[in-house]
């Protein structure tokens, strides 16, 4: 399966603090999304790096991707209580459709 | 900002009824998706779309799902008879390219039909 896998599945930290979330993934990858989920809401998309990228900025967002390690790491800095959602990583492959992770289930306490 | 919708936002069905689920991707995008989430679960790929066809699928988009694009604006995902595990979040989202499309890949979702199958 090429579906990423997020963790920890949970994480919760004080506003202010950095939040690191991880994604690994099995199989060969042209470029990985990020997305944030609200509860029972949408999916909002984040950042897109692709395979020869090996670190990405947006805001506040760092994305890193390490294609040997298979794994890509997403860090929120100085977390405020609206960042609190579900982050997924998602795996694009050799096709056109995206192949999501579990998630982590990030709070930020006030 | 342009944006996905989807309608209805909740749909509550009987098993065996067939259900048809709208979106209207961005309005410059060429490349259409659907995906499911059941409740608790991973999203799930169903189904892409480009120039009018279906350009991949996944298992679990069987002979019982199909979608069309009737008109220029609208993109829809119809479930012919719906069974209880059909019960799920169904997502569409809409791309400007597609990987071998030389533009941007990538996916905006919209904010989802919660279909209930009783």
């Known amino acids: 399966s090429q579906q990423g896998e997020e963790d920890p599945q949970a994480l919760s930290i004080q506003e202010g603090e950095n939040a690191t979330m991880n994604c690994s993934y099995k199989?060969?990858?042209?470029?990985l999304q990020w997305y944030r989920q609200n509860s029972g809401r949408g999916l909002v998309h984040l950042i897109l790096?692709?395979?020869?990228?090996r670190e990405k900025h947006s805001g506040r967002l760092r994305v890193t991707l390490d294609t040997s390690k298979k794994s890509s790491s997403l860090l929120i800095t100085a977390s405020r209580a609206a960042d609190t959602a579900s982050y997924f990583c998602a795996t694009g492959g050799t096709g056109n459709q995206f192949y999501f992770g579990t998630g982590t289930s990030l709070t930020v306490i006030p | 900002e342009p944006e996905v919708t989807q309608t209805p936002s909740h749909q509550v069905t009987q098993m065996g009824q067939e259900v048809i689920l709208r979106c209207v991707p961005i309005?410059?995008?060429?490349?259409f998706y659907w995906y499911r989430q059941i409740l608790g679960q991973k999203v799930e790929f169903l189904v892409s779309f480009y120039n009018n066809e279906i350009s991949e699928k996944s298992e679990i988009f069987d002979d019982q799902f199909s979608v069309e694009r009737p008109d220029g604006s609208n993109f829809t995902l119809k479930i012919r008879s719906t069974k209880l595990e059909d019960s799920a979040m169904y997502f569409c989202?809409?791309?400007?390219?597609?990987?071998?499309?030389?533009?941007?890949?990538?996916?905006?979702f919209g904010p989802g039909t919660r279909l209930l199958v009783l």
């Open positions: 790096i692709r395979s020869n990228e």
């Open positions: 199989t060969s990858i042209n470029n």
């Open positions: 309005s410059n995008h060429l490349y």
């Open positions: 989202a809409s791309s400007e390219g597609g990987l071998a499309g030389g533009r941007a890949e990538t996916q905006y």
